[in-house]
T-cell receptor, first 110, second 116 residues
Framework: QKEVEQDPGPLSVPEGAIVSLNCTYS??????FMWYRQYSRKGPELLMY????GNKEDGRFTAQVDKSSKYISLFIRDSQPSDSATYLC??????????FGTGTRLKVLA | DTAVSQTPKYLVTQMGNDKSIKCEQN?????MYWYKQDSKKFLKIMFS???????INETVPNRFSPKSPDKAHLNLHINSLELGDSAVYFC???????????????FGPGTRLTVL
């Protein structure tokens, strides 16, 4: 079993839709949960992170962690064509080592 | 101002050759990383250096040798290149020692390596 599982997509949605991206993980020792966004032919950039369980909101983006079910989510409200990218979840126990999901490719259609 | 830069951006070479990729960060960070991203976008850590010392060394063939001449630079040398080495290689850096809470990693633009 991989440490982090993520549906690779692709996921196509119309502009303005609410997008839900998800990851599951296997090791309950992980405490930090991150979402990176990667545009085509660019490096990943940190979108947001959460510590332990709960929600965190930043503009149109909401990150959610449910440690009891080892499930992390990223919601994008009012999705825009500029949100089209690959979204990678990443987890860490607080050490230098990040473990990334395979990424979900999102396409928002104008 | 580019925070984490890599050269070259593209590298096309023949099997069996030796090549190097350079990385530099101007963020004043203590820790630097090399990641490999395969064709399915899976991003996997290879090495990490903190203050020029190797702290993470994943299961990587010893044809890959990282070198950190100083805190701001981490280069990757690859000997006897194989077809399976074709991928995008990302350098990253983080504040590292002394950081509180999450140690955010900042990625470079990547080097696309193609081995023919």
């Amino acid at each position: 079993q991989k440490e982090v599982e993520q549906d690779p997509g692709p996921l196509s949605v119309p502009e303005g839709a609410i997008v839900s991206l998800n990851c599951t993980y296997s090791n309950s020792a992980f405490q930090y949960f991150m979402w990176y966004r990667q545009y085509s032919r660019k490096g990943p950039e940190l979108l947001m992170y959460t510590y332990s369980s709960g929600n965190k909101e930043d503009g149109r983006f909401t990150a959610q962690v449910d440690k009891s079910s080892k499930y992390i989510s990223l919601f994008i409200r009012d999705s825009q064509p500029s949100d089209s990218a690959t979204y990678l979840c990443a987890i860490t126990s607080g050490t230098y080592k990040y473990i990334f999901g395979t990424g979900t490719r999102l396409k928002v259609l104008a | 101002d580019t925070a984490v830069s890599q050269t070259p951006k593209y590298l096309v070479t023949q099997m069996g050759n030796d090549k190097s990729i350079k990385c530099e960060q101007n963020l004043g960070h203590d820790t630097m990383y090399w990641y490999k991203q395969d064709s399915k976008k899976f991003l996997k850590i290879m090495f990490s250096y903190n203050n020029k010392e190797l702290i993470i060394n994943e299961t990587v063939p010893n044809r890959f040798s990282p070198k950190s001449p100083d805190k701001a630079h981490l280069n990757l040398h690859i000997n006897s290149l194989e077809l399976g080495d074709s991928a995008v290689y990302f350098c990253a850096s983080s504040q590292g020692s002394g950081s509180r809470g999450i140690d955010t990693q900042y990625f470079g633009p990547g080097t696309r390596l193609t081995v023919l």
